[in-house]
Nanobody, 124 residues
Framework: VQLQASGGGLVQAGGSLRLSCVAS????????MAWYRQAPGKERELVAR???????DYATSVKDRFTIFRDSAERAVYLGMNSLRPEDTAVYYC???????????????????WGPGTLVTVSS
C-alpha cells in the first residue's frame, strides 16, 4: 500500500495549510490513518490520528489549531492546519495501517505504510 502526501510549503506564522494523503494499491481495508512530523534534530512525533470508528486524537501542541479528517471512501486523510507557528516547521509524514486482501477478499495480513513526507516551513 503506497501513500502519497502533498500540500506542504512555506507559510507565514498565523497562516494555514492543508495536507493531503491518498492511499493506493490493493488492500482490503484501512483501519487507522495519522499524521506524524519530525523537526530537525528531534524525534518523529504523532500530530493527529483518525482511528476506525471516527475517533480522533491530537498532540497537545496542535489541539484546537489542526483538524484531521478522512474522505468517505476512507482512502485519504487530510490535515487542516490553522494558526501555524514557527515551531510547527517539520517534515510531515502520513501513516496508515489496515489489512491486505486474504482469501475470498476477506481481511488478510496486517500492513502499515508511511508516505515519503512533505515539508512544512513556517516563517516568523
Amino acid at each position: 500500500v503506497q501513500l502519497q502526501a502533498s500540500g506542504g510549503g512555506l507559510v507565514q506564522a498565523g497562516g494555514s495549510l492543508r495536507l493531503s494523503c491518498v492511499a493506493s494499491g490493493t488492500y482490503h481495508s484501512i483501519s487507522n490513518m495519522a499524521w506524524y512530523r519530525q523537526a530537525p534534530g528531534k524525534e518523529r512525533e504523532l500530530v493527529a490520528r483518525y482511528t476506525t470508528g471516527g475517533h480522533t486524537d491530537y498532540a497537545t501542541s496542535v489541539k484546537d489549531r489542526f483538524t484531521i479528517f478522512r474522505d468517505s471512501a476512507e482512502r485519504a486523510v487530510y490535515l487542516g492546519m490553522n494558526s501555524l507557528r514557527p515551531e510547527d516547521t517539520a517534515v510531515y509524514y502520513c501513516y496508515a495501517d489496515g489489512f491486505l486482501v486474504g482469501k475470498g477478499w476477506s481481511p488478510g495480513r496486517n500492513f502499515n505504510s508511511w508516505g515519503p513526507g512533505t515539508l512544512v516551513t513556517v516563517s516568523s
